[in-house]
């Protein structure tokens, strides 16, 4: 037997829609001022250049000893996120703008910050290794690694380096040469690394940088691609359904992106290429139940040509509601799953989709239908499905 919510509904959701319009209205002004005036968006490396490093050290370390070691060089307004391993893994935005003559002067003015970064956070431990000749197998890469083992063990060096490096990925950092034997390392293998390796406090898992110059390329192409979405939209649905139909969907979707650029203001979360993936897919899940409520209200407009658009509307909304409160709701739970219990790397990307399933609810019921019937009062010639 079939789920069903409610049997009956009869709720007025037009009667609210200028309370709902001026409740949208002042979010996005508060938005709007907040993002020119206030604390502005937070635009992460994607979008404002500079350098994202990941790291993981072998004892836990706080997120204030990591910044002050960073002030010592001048970054102490770099940002510090904790990501996966508790204590141990760290996520490090350095957002200093360089002023340079090409964008190629300020990829490699970042690439040295970024060096002079890695540094300080390693500190003075393994100098006095490095000084012997031993390196250290928790930074060594693939090419350095297979170089080091080609002498003693010329045919298998390239599996041995696979099997290390992949080992390391899995666990993050080696805290002990003993640890080589979990990847079926031969106990010479082990010997001669351990003659030869030292295991510094921490490896670098990750290092991105982005000049200023292509973060604002960035900008501008995610700009773009949120609008020609929003225009294809709106050609699509003014073509299916009517103009006045399509202009709505429009409002609607732009409302369901300022609104979470506004609260993104206020939380004062990064910006980057995931979240504008994130915002596209609430657009895209806005507009499919807005499409939905559409294609319900044409078909009670022609089979009920008598009553009031108004009626005919709120009669839609109330017949899909379940549909809409059922479909929010298994999205809801799984990205608000993400959001509790995804980690912080994706925790971002989680609250965005978490609020545009909750603005994508509000704006389908109370924005798309009202801006609609807003239209025919100010274009009383519209007659909407009826002929």
Request: glycine fraction near 8%; aromatic fraction near 8%.
């Amino acid at each position: 037997m079939p789920l069903v919510l409610f049997k009956t509904p009869n709720i007025k959701f037009l009667k609210y829609k200028y309370h709902a319009l001026a409740l949208t209205f002042l979010i996005i002004l508060a938005g709007l001022i907040n993002i020119l005036f206030g604390n502005g968006l937070k635009l992460g490396v994607d979008f404002g250049g500079g350098t994202h490093i990941r790291v993981v050290y072998k004892t836990p370390m706080s997120i204030n000893d990591i910044r002050q070691t960073l002030r010592d060089i001048g970054q102490g307004n770099s940002s510090i996120q904790e990501a996966g391993k508790a204590g141990k893994e760290f996520q490090i935005r350095t957002m200093q703008v360089i002023k340079a003559v090409d964008e190629q002067q300020e990829l490699e003015a970042h690439q040295k910050l970024a060096d002079q970064v890695i540094a300080a956070l390693k500190g003075n431990e393994g100098v006095a290794e490095l000084g012997r000749g031993l390196i250290d197998l928790n930074n060594i890469d693939a090419k350095g690694l297979t170089t080091l083992l080609t002498a003693p063990f010329a045919a298998e060096a390239p599996a041995l380096t696979e099997s290390i490096l992949r080992l390391r990925n899995d666990k993050g950092i080696f805290a002990d040469h003993s640890e080589l034997s979990e990847a079926g390392l031969k106990p010479e293998v082990i010997t001669f690394l351990k003659d030869k390796t030292f295991l510094g406090k921490l490896t670098v898992v990750s290092r991105e940088t982005v000049g200023p110059q292509a973060g604002a390329e960035l900008r501008r192409k995610a700009t773009l691609a949120v609008i020609w979405s929003l225009i294809g939209m709106l050609v699509y649905i003014a073509v299916r359904f009517k103009l006045e139909y399509g202009v709505a969907a429009i409002f609607t979707l732009a409302q369901d992106v300022l609104i979470t650029l506004s609260i993104y203001s206020f939380t004062s979360r990064e910006i980057n290429l995931p979240i504008i993936a994130a915002l596209l897919t609430i657009v895209g899940y806005s507009i499919n139940d807005t499409i939905v409520i559409f294609d319900r209200v044409r078909e009670n407009e022609k089979a009920k040509r008598k009553e009031p658009l108004e009626i005919i509307m709120n009669l839609s909304l109330n017949q899909c509601l379940g549909r809409t409160i059922i479909t929010a709701g298994t999205v809801f739970l799984t990205v608000g799953a993400l959001f509790l219990f995804g980690g912080k790397v994706i925790n971002d990307f989680a609250f965005c989709m978490l609020i545009g399933s909750i603005e994508g609810v509000y704006s389908t019921i109370f924005m798309s239908c009202p801006i609609v019937l807003i239209w025919t009062k100010i274009f009383p010639k519209t007659k909407g499905f009826r002929k």
